[in-house]
Every structure is written in structure tokens, then in C-alpha cells.
């Protein structure tokens, strides 16, 4: 089992900056693609960012940078000029199969219990 605890949410004002971590722990190993979703209230969960152990990386916008630090087994989402659309629960996942960023929910076997993230006007 791999566990993982997001941290980093908070409310800010639209423009502003927040950088969420993912740490994980158990049998945890480099081998693990790590990846980002967020659910806003009333939509489905959506792909946000992703990364293999060598920094591959797929993501859904360029204001946010995804990246890991695989001696702390921990992956962080920075996020810039945000605005009231990415307004949302984040939630870290991982995988053990994907060879590669997968976007697609159903591909991670594990997810954090999520981080509240919201930006006003």
C-alpha cells in the first residue's frame, strides 16, 4: 500500500501563488508516476498534472509547473496566476502500472485524502 497526505491549500486572492506537496509513504518507490487531479463542486474530477520518476511530465496548463523529489518521495504542484476557476479539492495520486503521465483517473491505484484550494475574485 502506498499512502499519500497532500498539504499546501489555503484560499487566495485571484493572481496569486500556491505550491501544494504530496508525500508519500509505505512501499512506496521511483518507480511511481505521480499525478494531480482536482474536483470543483458539482463536476467530475479532472486531470491537472503528472509525472514519471525520470521528470517526465504531462500537464493541463502552463501556469502550474509539476515536479518531484523522489529521495523524499514527494511531488509538488506549483501553481501561478491562479484563478477562480481552479478553485477545488487537489488530490495526489499514484501509480504503479502507468509508464507514463497518464490523465485519465482511472489509471492510479492511489490517492490522498485531497486539499482544499480556492481563489476569490
Known amino acids: 500500500q502506498v499512502q499519500l497526505v497532500e498539504s499546501g491549500g489555503g484560499l487566495v486572492q485571484a493572481g496569486a501563488s500556491l505550491r501544494l506537496s504530496c508525500a508519500a509513504s509505505?512501499?512506496?518507490?521511483?518507480?511511481?508516476?505521480m499525478g494531480w487531479f482536482r474536483q470543483a463542486p458539482e463536476k467530475e474530477r479532472e486531470f491537472v498534472a503528472a509525472i514519471t520518476w525520470d521528470g517526465i511530465s504531462s500537464i493541463s496548463t502552463t501556469r502550474f509547473t509539476i515536479s518531484r523529489n523522489n529521495a523524499e518521495n514527494t511531488v509538488y504542484l506549483q501553481m501561478n496566476s491562479l484563478k477562480p476557476e481552479d478553485t477545488g479539492v487537489y488530490y495526489c495520486?499514484?501509480?504503479?502500472?502507468?509508464?507514463?503521465?497518464?490523465?485519465?483517473?482511472?489509471?492510479?491505484?492511489?490517492w490522498g485524502q485531497g486539499t482544499q484550494v480556492t481563489v476569490s475574485s
Open positions: 495520486a499514484a501509480s504503479r502500472t502507468l509508464p507514463y503521465p497518464g490523465r485519465r483517473a482511472n489509471g492510479y491505484e492511489y
Open positions: 509505505g512501499r512506496t518507490s521511483t518507480s511511481l508516476v
